[in-house]
């Protein structure tokens, strides 16, 4: 079975103290990760190591940095590169979420830079793509996200390709209360992996992880896992509260 996963961003929330609270809360609570189940916590730069910490030697739980530089290393303030973040214990990094496209206008092409240079130094990417409001009421979704995924993605050879866990994130859906129903994330979740299959076969399409993420909470997970193409969610709002980002974890197939 593909890996189903839970994946938590925090994004710009909580300190320090809050975020090793949360972390203990959701230890505490009853939650039962299958071997083909992970957990992943998306947490800002500086809690990295106190998350790495928290779970060290439980399985089938990962820390991700929410970005990473496209560079390896030198002279770019503010920047931190794949090497720093192995450096403390990361595997995953969120790559262009619509907020760092939107507010930080990373193009696909410089996302592509960023997915070589972890794919080069085995960092596993969770890549998100996703329409805005007015490509979906014109009913050009499926185009949007496949120029994403081609600008992107499609340059990788089908070995890099299967490291990549993407997450559609329809960007009307996220932060917002909206949920895209079950059947319209199935619908391209189903369209993604044809897209991928169309150059690297079903085998390949077949074994990606695609995430749902736009208002994931406790009371709809379970529908929207249960979708045969979604394999979890990437969660904002919700996976600051731990009963309901436990309750995600539980949803999953
Ligand atoms: C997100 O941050 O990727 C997200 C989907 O946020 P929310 O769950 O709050 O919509």
Redesign the pocket.
Known sequence: MRKQIAAA?W?MNLTIQQGEQLLNDIIAKPHDLKSHQLAVFAVPFPYLSMAVQKFAGKSNVFIAAQNCSNKKNGAYTGETSVEILQSVGIQYVVLG???RREYYLESNQFLAEKLDICLANNMKPIF?CGEPLAIREANTQNEFVAKQLNESLFHLTAEQLQEVVI?Y?PIW????GKTASSAQAQEIHAFIRSHIASKYGNTVADSISILY????KANNAVELFSQPDVDGG??????LIAEEFVAIINALK
């Open positions: 961003n994004k979420h619509s907020e998100c997450a994130e859906a996220i932060g917002t993420g736009g208002s994931v990437l969660v904002g709002g919700a996976s």
